[in-house]
């Protein structure tokens, strides 16, 4: 049973409203130790909130018109310090299901909002995202009240992601897309508090490798199948492209000695932007701007807008996936079997590792090999790292000495210089 607050205006000192300003309201329930203090909030809509303890009691036998004073006073105080500090939840019994479930639709909200704020978004990110709620956050979060999650709730939540033995990335990804959901519902002022959100450790990401010189060599000197396949690793390798970027190459953006990489092609929504937003030059060299212009020769179709990596299917460039299967199968005809290759992190990607590593051992400046794989910071280059110091030339010369043997070097040694001394002394 409910009482509503009734005061007894026996003395002529001001006493506190019912409502203050119309944001809460406060009435009495009855106790064994006298009435409690509750208050409701009033919500965005109009409507009130649940009932919720002030804490504040009029002891039972001391209640008389001061007590009661004194006690309504405490618990407008208590009320209105809940609203100040922001813990005013607007929708009570909003599900997590219902708020996230189309969060990271590409035309939604919270996307036009990043976009309208010049942050950089594709839709590729869009749908990672929403597989990221889909697959892990509504099947364990989906029927909870998302005003009631907490820290606790959240540990517990990445403890099971990591019993189901995913790794440390995914692990990331999926706590990345939690912490965006409920930071907006923190702000629509559907959570008290911020939970705290954060990734797994470092050394928990899965590492991907690097491939060595010899490797490289051993590969590109094999006859592949697939000449597209053969031909898309090897600008993987020398350039460090992205595959997507590769594949969404047009005849026109491929120059004799740099390549304009303006657009990334991505198997459900075509070609857009790249990751960044920023179109940028790469640098060829030679014997890739060769192999690039065989290929465009051998393309059936025909006009500038052509893909390179041309497919059956004139508006469609070949399915990245071919590349990544191809290059596994001549990795085992090199030597590098399933599970070294699994070990060690080599795949499509590692590419772009390899190349990064490879150009800052040869001691490239940051901001030239930024300019060149299309990173926005330091971290994110020197993430990419991978191998130990050495001096260093231009970045086509470097990725030109991927496919070239290396010259044993000859006729500096002592024992030489010891020939040479028995040579011009016997006049030979």
Same mark, same amino acid.
């Given at each position: 049973?409910?009482?509503?607050?009734?005061?007894?205006?026996? *003395? @002529?000192?001001? =006493?506190?409203?019912?409502?203050?300003?119309?944001?809460?309201?406060? +009435?009495? #329930?009855?106790? %064994?130790?006298?009435?409690?203090?509750?208050?409701?909030?009033?919500?965005?809509?109009?409507?009130?909130?649940?009932?919720?303890?002030?804490?504040?009691?009029?002891?039972?036998?001391?209640?008389?018109?001061?007590?009661?004073?004194?006690?309504?006073?405490?618990?407008?105080?208590?009320?209105?310090?809940?609203?100040?500090?922001?813990?005013?939840?607007?929708?009570?019994?909003?599900?997590?299901?219902?708020?996230?479930?189309?969060?990271?639709?590409?035309?939604?909200?919270?996307?036009? *909002? @990043?976009?309208? =704020?010049?942050?950089?978004?594709?839709?590729?990110?869009?749908?990672? +995202?929403? #597989?990221?709620? %889909?697959?892990?956050?509504?099947?364990?979060?989906?029927?909870?009240?998302?005003?009631?999650?907490?820290?606790?709730?959240?540990?517990?939540?990445?403890?099971?992601?990591?019993?189901?033995?995913?790794?440390?990335?995914?692990?990331?990804?999926?706590?990345?897309?939690?912490?965006?959901?409920?930071?907006?519902?923190?702000?629509?002022?559907?959570?008290?508090?911020?939970?705290?959100?954060?990734?797994?450790?470092?050394?928990?990401?899965?590492?991907?490798?690097?491939?060595?010189?010899? *490797?490289?060599?051993?590969?590109?000197?094999?006859?592949?199948?697939?000449?597209?396949?053969?031909?898309?690793?090897?600008?993987?390798?020398?350039?460090?492209?992205?595959?997507?970027?590769?594949?969404?190459?047009?005849?026109?953006?491929?120059?004799?000695?740099?390549?304009?990489?303006?657009?990334?092609?991505?198997?459900?929504?075509?070609?857009?932007?790249?990751?960044?937003?920023?179109?940028?030059?790469?640098?060829?060299?030679?014997?890739?701007?060769?192999?690039?212009?065989?290929?465009?020769?051998?393309?059936?179709?025909?006009?500038?807008?052509?893909?390179?990596?041309?497919?059956?299917?004139?508006?469609?460039?070949?399915?990245?996936?071919?590349?990544?299967?191809?290059?596994?199968?001549?990795?085992?005809?090199?030597?590098?079997?399933?599970?070294?290759?699994?070990?060690?992190?080599?795949?499509?990607?590692?590419?772009?590792?390899?190349?990064?590593?490879?150009?800052?051992?040869?001691?490239?400046?940051?901001?030239?090999?930024?300019?060149?794989?299309?990173?926005?910071?330091?971290?994110?280059?020197?993430?990419?790292?991978?191998?130990?110091?050495?001096?260093?030339?231009?970045?086509?010369?470097?990725?030109?000495?991927?496919?070239?043997?290396?010259?044993?070097?000859?006729?500096?040694?002592?024992?030489?210089?010891?020939?040479?001394?028995?040579?011009?002394?016997?006049?030979?």
């Amino acid at each position: 049973m409910v009482h509503l607050l009734i005061m007894q205006n026996t *003395e @002529k000192t001001e =006493r506190p409203t019912k409502t203050e300003g119309e944001r809460f309201s406060l +009435h009495t #329930r009855p106790s %064994k130790r006298g009435d409690v203090y509750y208050v409701q909030f009033r919500k965005e809509d109009g409507t009130w909130g649940t009932a919720k303890s002030t804490h504040v009691r009029v002891p039972k036998g001391k209640d008389g018109p001061r007590a009661q004073r004194d006690a309504l006073v405490r618990a407008t105080a208590w009320a209105q310090s809940y609203v100040d500090h922001g813990q005013v939840v607007a929708r009570e019994r909003d599900t997590f299901a219902s708020f996230a479930g189309d969060f990271f639709d590409p035309e939604g909200e919270w996307a036009r *909002e @990043k976009r309208r =704020r010049g942050h950089r978004l594709s839709a590729d990110q869009c749908e990672r +995202h929403g #597989r990221s709620v %889909k697959n892990h956050l509504i099947p364990y979060f989906g029927r909870m009240r998302i005003g009631r999650i907490d820290d606790e709730h959240i540990r517990h939540f990445q403890e099971k992601l990591e019993d189901n033995h995913l790794s440390g990335g995914t692990i990331n990804r999926v706590t990345v897309a939690l912490r965006l959901v409920l930071k907006a519902a923190y702000r629509k002022k559907l959570l008290r508090r911020m939970p705290v959100v954060e990734a797994v450790s470092e050394k928990d990401r899965k590492q991907r490798g690097v491939y060595l010189p010899g *490797e490289i060599r051993a590969l590109f000197k094999l006859e592949w199948p697939d000449r597209r396949c053969y031909v898309a690793n090897k600008l993987a390798a020398a350039t460090g492209m992205r595959a997507g970027e590769i594949t969404g190459l047009r005849e026109g953006d491929v120059h004799l000695e740099y390549i304009e990489v303006n657009h990334t092609w991505s198997p459900r929504f075509g070609l857009g932007p790249t990751k960044t937003g920023r179109p940028r030059i790469v640098p060829i060299p030679s014997l890739i701007a060769a192999e690039l212009a065989q290929l465009v020769a051998e393309n059936p179709r025909k006009g500038e807008n052509r893909f390179v990596f041309y497919s059956m299917h004139s508006d469609k460039p070949m399915d990245q996936r071919e590349a990544t299967e191809a290059l596994y199968k001549e990795l085992g005809r090199i030597g590098i079997t399933e599970t070294a290759r699994k070990a060690r992190g080599l795949d499509f990607h590692a590419w772009r590792h390899t190349f990064n590593s490879l150009l800052i051992d040869r001691r490239i400046p940051l901001q030239a090999v930024q300019s060149v794989t299309g990173h926005l910071t330091d971290e994110m280059t020197q993430r990419y790292y991978h191998l130990g110091g050495e001096s260093g030339a231009g970045i086509r010369q470097i990725a030109e000495s991927l496919f070239v043997e290396e010259k044993k070097p000859g006729g500096t040694g002592r024992k030489d210089k010891k020939k040479e001394v028995a040579r011009k002394a016997s006049g030979k």
